[in-house]
């Protein structure tokens, strides 16, 4: 009976050092917008919305792994061609901070374009967000809309948000290591 307690006591003890060492996950959002009045221009050919000159501004940059830490108020470059799902932001101040993704989905309205875009982050993290553009009258032909192509984005907001990974991954070593508790438990009786 002593000897099983024991090793109880040990099993939460080592369990209790793994939450307190492992890497804290922190969700707290970043966030880009444009305020301008003209923030770049997006391109549509067909059902392809694409640009490589959008401007932003990051309110908040809580990305783990990326840049330098002063990313906050910086100027960012938006990148995007849902043709090839690519989507970048790159900081233009100073060039330390670039984040690339893979768009998941396109949902467009008239003078509306919505993209959810998947980051992949060199920490082991992932942030899922939601890029909402909305379209003034297009610069190519301002007083009609039929065949126009080129749009102007004035109004952009780009919430990222991490999802922490090695807190899931933490939840799931725990949940396999008391469940090969469990089998090895019925296995020895």
Known sequence: MVRTVTKIAVGLACLLAVALYAPQAK??????????????????????YSSNNIIVQALNFNLPGIGDGDEAGEIFTA????????????????????????????????????????FT????????????????????????TAGCTVYTAYSIDIPVTPTPEPASLLLMGTGLLGLGGAVRRRWLK
Request: net charge negative; hydrophobic share 30%.
């Open 121 to 144: 982050l060199p920490s082991g993290y992932q942030s899922a967000a939601t890029m909402h553009f909305d379209l003034s009258n297009p610069t190519a032909c301002p007083n009609a």
């Open 79 to 118: 990148s995007f061609d849902t043709s090839t799902g690519a989507f970048s932001l790159t900081d233009t101040q100073n060039g330390d901070a670039t984040l690339t993704g893979t768009i998941q989905g396109v949902q467009t309205l008239p003078g509306e374009v919505t993209l959810d875009v998947l």
């Open 27 to 48: 969700a707290s959002p970043t966030d880009f917008q444009c305020g301008l009045s003209n923030c770049g221009n997006i391109t549509v050919n067909g059902s392809n």
